[in-house]
């Protein structure tokens, strides 16, 4: 056998590396899928066993032919939480981001504001809410405001975090060479800190729906809402069992489409040269 003929013949430990890989990438799908076939079966087969009424605990056919039925109307509200939802993360990062570079700047002000973001962010959203109705008119403002509370503090801590964090070694070397507060934000410091800003965001993601769903339910409790928690608890009153599971199946499905879009992202901006994304040499 020729020295090419050996090189080109896979050793024995990396063909079972490159095995267990091609398992480990089937399984990552496989594995979930599988699971959440056999769960949905077992549903449907616990409400024919034990004979369950539909307006108890309706069969998963029932729920996508309601989803199906009704989409003019769950879709609807689910565009009124999407459009809370976006409007509300995009405040938390721009609200976020500017104050943590604010608290970078100033140890000052990071010690004199910050004890307010930690309130804002420890204090439940429904006791905050009827402070919000009482001092605030407009309802898409009253679910925004709620949305954007619980959603900014993983943004701001985490953006403050990665900028506090930057190598002390590279900072004194920006020093020595003259660089200005400005420059080491921009070159230095803002990089070092997008991985911690990356986590943030894909954290402030789920909660800025969930606390876009909260507030539509404290506001939906009065009639004043439109949005997807409007519905369940319209279908709750109804006992439309059916349309409740719907309707929960859409917020956990958008639930999890933002958090794959925000994964994705983060991917493609740090996969060339950060360690938290690059493929790990086996």
Known sequence: MTAID???KLDPEEARRARQERLERIGRWVLPLAIMVLAIWLWDRICVWNEIPQYILPRPGVVLATLYNDAGLLFAALLV????????????????????????????????????????QVTPIVAIFP???IYVDNQTTKLLLCAWIVAFFPILSNTTLGLNSVDRNLRDLFKLNGATRWQQLRYLRLP????YFLGGLKIAGG???????????????????????SRIIEAGYRLNAPRLFAALFLISLTGILIFLVLSLISHLILRRWHESALKQER
């Open 81 to 120: 939480t999407l459009r809370i939802t976006f409007l509300s993360l995009a405040l938390a990062v721009i609200g976020g981001v500017g104050l943590a570079v604010l608290f970078a700047q100033s140890k000052w002000v990071e010690m004199s504001f910050f004890p307010f973001a930690i309130v804002l």
């Open 207 to 229: 909660l800025s729906l969930i606390g876009a769903v909260v507030a539509e339910f404290v506001a939906g409790a009065t009639g004043q809402s439109s949005g997807l928690a």
């Open 6 to 8: 050996g090189a080109l």
């Open 131 to 133: 402070l919000i109705n």
């Open 192 to 195: 070092a800190a997008m991985p």
